[in-house]
């Protein structure tokens, strides 16, 4: 039999966008799930959106006090909350699933030995679910050379198996001490890290709601694109790397041989300069999505832009 998924989601003031998500996570065609929903102190109402709902899904429903520090703290907390001998199952407050997503995911990951994630695409919408556009879609390959500068598993398609949770729920403690920015990139390091098998689903299984207060938004518009490039110059991918090495450090145990070393080197490759930086990157292998990604961060390094400053070497 499936395990039990664990389904987590984290919210703040999310009421408006809430019983539309709720009513697609009730209609999945694959029944066997639980909800966790971990609020943030939300004032809108969002807390009585879900004890009604709690109220009417036979106990598969519970409601849980956040951290109150922001999402990305709240899913760390969250993992730490999931069944380990179950699946989890990440959501967003204000998108809606299409009623076969957890099928699919789980279509993929039973039988799997070992460590697994699936994830898939989205269907980006305005704020009232009007279709835009469909995410992008990256075929791969997938691993930690690319993940150590890339985030390209949305976590808000992302299911996992127990093994790979339980990699997750070691390492949880050390991310939140680190800081990361985002859980989504996070999981795709740990896991990718650990030898996890990755399967990215080309189908689009969710409705992706765009709105003034998302707190990562679509990333395929020329303006998205060039907040992002700009991100590589101005400090703060550099910032995300360092937040995300220091994350692993503590969980290298977690990690294959072959991917420790890989931690290791790129460590040094956040303090090298310029020209060296560049060699770095090279002989380690490492590359994002479309050679234009892969090219323009080579720039940046190239440029000293990914080089910790003095106060964030350790």
Known sequence: MQPQIT???ASFNGARFLPAQLDSILSQTLTNWRLIVSDDGSQDG?????????????GRITLIEGPGRGATANFLHLIRKAD???????????????RDKLARAAEFLTGQDGPAVYAARTTVCDEQLQELAPAPHFPGPFGFPNALIQACLPGNTTVANAAALTILQHGAAAADAAGIISHDWWNYLLLSGAGARIHRDAAQVLLYRQHPRNVMGRNDTARARA????MLFDGSFANWLRRNHSALLPAKDLLT??????????????????YRALAQMR????????????????????????????????
Not at 46 to 58: E, M
Not at 84 to 98: L, M, R
Not at 227 to 230: N, Q
Not at 261 to 270: E, H, T
């Open 7 to 9: 389904i987590v989601l």
């Open 46 to 58: 969002t807390q009585a959106v879900i004890a009604d709902y709690a109220g009417r899904a036979d």
């Open 84 to 98: 380990p001998a179950g699946w989890i199952a990440f959501c967003d407050q204000d998108d809606v699933w299409k």
């Open 227 to 230: 907040a992002r490039a700009s």
């Open 257 to 274: 041989p072959e991917n420790r070393q890989l931690l290791d080197r790129f460590g040094a490759f956040l303090d090298a300069p310029g």
């Open 283 to 314: 002989s380690m292998g490492l590359y994002r999505q479309t050679r234009a990604g892969t090219a323009a961060v080579m720039a940046a390094a190239l440029a000293g832009r990914l080089r910790a400053r003095p106060d964030q070497r350790s």
